[in-house]
């Protein structure tokens, strides 16, 4: 998904180049009238870019549009289709969001989180091109791939749904510089989740003043209590900050027929729908 023409012909073309044996369809949702050129449509420009390695290696495109009416025509009402969405901010800047339990630092209100192209990988299983595949690859539109995909083509087994990498780098608040991580676990410390960053757990944020924290913004406590809580309302279970992995999507590989079979796209509304209620996140 991704409305960013030179960086999907990258990865793309990255994906064509170093894995020249095997059958690669690429679907790319993307913005059809704002990628378009004249009377070029984009997957004309795509080709053009591209030139793919073997017939074995194909382009398709969909526009956002497109993809939501297939949705909608099959009974689901993705997200970014309910009245509420948006409310918690989406247009909105910093400085006149909406009041929530949680307040984002600076460089991660950012109104891509709100974006279709970002949300619909919840709604990939059941969308059209897709809905009878076992798995497929997600990969986002700034990753270069170096070596065959091939090589992850690996049996998942029952029960995972996504595969991803777990090495990444992470913001060290004390030195001011990322620093890389590998086989990550724990979400306590971890910049996404913003758990961990409350007086319950002794974050110095909480402690200092403005000028001596700089953006380390202390959280209410309530909201790791309300991600725990909500995490044994709608898994089933209690979550286990410090086992969790750090992961990313960047090139995960996505078990369809798990995801389906667990009902994670439902799992994902419900946790959506608790937010609009709630107000906990932008």
Not at 84 to 93: K, V
Not at 207 to 218: D, K, L, V
Not at 250 to 258: A, D, H
């Amino acid at each position: 998904m991704s409305d960013r023409f030179e960086a999907v012909v990258v990865a793309i073309g990255s994906l064509f180049k170093n894995s020249p044996e095997s059958d690669i369809d690429v679907w790319l949702i993307g913005d059809m009238q704002r990628e378009a050129r004249g009377n070029v449509s984009l997957l004309q420009r795509l080709n053009a870019a591209l030139q793919p390695q073997t017939p074995k290696q194909t382009i398709s495109v969909m526009g956002i549009d497109e993809a939501t009416s297939l949705l909608e025509s099959d009974g689901i009402s993705p997200v970014w289709k309910w009245q509420h969405f948006g409310s918690l901010g989406a247009d909105q800047d910093q400085d006149h969001q909406p009041r929530t339990v949680l307040h984002p630092e600076p460089w991660d209100y950012d109104n891509m989180h709100h974006d279709p192209f970002n949300l619909i990988r919840f709604y990939l299983p059941y969308l059209g091109p897709f809905r009878w595949l076992d798995s497929l690859f997600l990969c986002d539109d700034d990753i270069v791939v170096q070596k065959s995909i091939s090589m992850l083509e690996v049996p998942m087994g029952d029960g995972p749904i996504i595969a991803a990498t777990c090495n990444g780098w992470l913001w060290a608040e004390d030195c001011m510089r990322n620093e890389p991580y590998y086989n990550g676990k724990g979400w306590l410390d971890f910049p996404a989740t913003y758990l961990g960053k409350d007086k319950a757990h002794g974050y110095s944020g909480c402690t200092q003043t403005a000028a001596e924290s700089g953006n380390r913004i202390c959280q209410q406590d309530e909201f790791a209590d309300t991600v725990l809580r909500w995490s044994l309302k709608f898994n089933g279970k209690e979550l286990d900050v410090n086992a969790q992995p750090r992961w990313n999507f960047g090139l995960s590989r996505i078990n369809l027929t798990e995801w389906r079979a667990q009902n994670m796209t439902h799992v994902f509304d419900n946790y959506m729908r608790a937010n609009y209620e709630a107000k906990l996140i932008p």
